[in-house]
């Protein structure tokens, strides 16, 4: 895979169309606001080129992964496309986004009997991994995509980076849905201390950014960008000195919440622990 220009995503063709163009994949619950569900779609519909497995990390009921597969059956591609996922959901969670969605009530917790049902649609081209993400290991397939809403504490975030960046071919991209989110402000702090290898490329709605792979990060490199280890301090700093990155795409307000909730919330490295500013 070569590296190309990346200049179209300044436009945001993700756009165009609408919602409407997601087809069948409307049906399949997501907690994605609709200019990331667009995005997903657009990348394996219109800039992907089927020379690497497609890779969704935390994928809920299906609903980002119906997106992509949804894109790549528009494309013609084949990639394979795998979803990873503890495939769980409490009665709030399934009141809350899969029964309103049309999903048959269900008894328990496990989600994966439904998100099966529901991606069937693309099932000749998805596989469903139901794992804890810190003790899965990827075969070293090469990946074109890669969208992880999974970054939910810099041990997890750092498994990722471990298991599958190294299969990342140079001229993939790379979405991180909680990028931007001030619960999980290590995601942006491991990206930007490998922008030799990530380029940040686009910022969409709120929480999500997409990056290029400009080249395969080793295992050195990935060793630098792990973020366990990192002090509040530290964290703080390597966000507030790329300031002019946020404020080149409009998110110096998503940037100053990050920092507020790092300084009320000293040590914490899991999002659901983290205080709100």
Known sequence: MTLRDTSVFDESPWLAGGPDRLGPARAVPTMLAHEEELLLYWLTAAWAQGTGAVVDLGCFAGGSTARLAEGQREAGHSAPIHAYDRFGADEATKRRFLYPAGVARFEGEDLLPAAT?????????????KEDLKDTVWPGEPIEILVVDASKSTATLDAIARRFYQALQPGAIVVHCGAMHWREPWVMAQMLLMRDWFTPLAHAHDTTFAFHVTRTPDSRAIEEGLTTGLRDK????????????????????????????????????DAWKMSRP
Do not use: C, K
Request: net charge negative.
């Open 234 to 269: 530290a964290l703080a700093a390597i966000l507030n000195s790329n300031r002019a990155l946020f404020e080149d795409y409009g998110t110096t307000d998503q940037l100053d919440t990050m920092l507020a909730a790092i300084a009320a919330s000293p040590g914490v490295r």
């Open 117 to 129: 049902a529901l991606l069937s649609p693309w099932q000749d081209r998805i596989s469903l991994h």
